[in-house]
């Protein structure tokens, strides 16, 4: 498994793994591939990073799309981690998260915030992210739609 940045070739492979995951809107998709897009397309664009697992063959598996949080010090956001669901608890996710927080860490960053849906097809998302540290910080009530909260998760870096 390797883990590198996004390449131009790959959005259409990760644009499956996203619909596969059969959790993302058909909407959130489209976001997910403006920021793949942009990431690719703007060199000098500074909001989004992307990494890509490949495996030996360089075909992506996963990615995990990271960026500093507007108008803050040390916070960074985590927007999308996503890996084929044939590939679940092979620890490809992990591998990704990891390269994400080592990224974060680099740039001596003091906090990482991901949010996520509070609705059953999540569940999974939110154990991957408690059982790696990351603990709920808030939860809005109904703010996707009714009876899907908003829950935002965090974990704080020692910047010492």
């Known amino acids: 498994m390797t883990i590198r940045g996004l390449r131009t070739t790959d959005i259409a492979r990760l644009t499956d793994i996203l619909a596969a995951t059969e959790v993302f809107t058909h909407d959130e998709i489209i976001i997910a591939v403006e920021l793949m897009t942009a990431v690719v397309t703007d060199a000098q664009q500074k909001d989004y990073v992307i990494f890509v697992a490949a ?13 500093p949080t507007p108008a803050t010090h040390g916070t960074y956001d985590l927007y999308w981690i996503a890996v084929d669901p044939t590939r679940y608890g092979t620890g490809d996710a992990l591998l990704l998260l990891r390269a994400g927080e080592a990224y974060i860490r ?20 939110r154990a991957f992210y408690m059982k790696y540290g990351y603990a709920e910080l808030a939860r809005i009530r109904e703010y996707y739609r009714p009876g899907d909260d908003l829950i935002v998760y965090g974990k704080y870096f020692s910047t010492t």
Not at 55 to 67: E, F, H, L
Not at 106 to 125: D, F, H, P, Q
């Open 55 to 67: 495996d030996d063959a360089q075909t992506p598996v996963g990615y995990i799309c990271i960026g």
């Open 106 to 125: 680099e740039r001596n960053g003091a906090l990482i915030i991901v949010e996520t849906s509070s609705t059953a097809k999540y569940e999974r998302t």
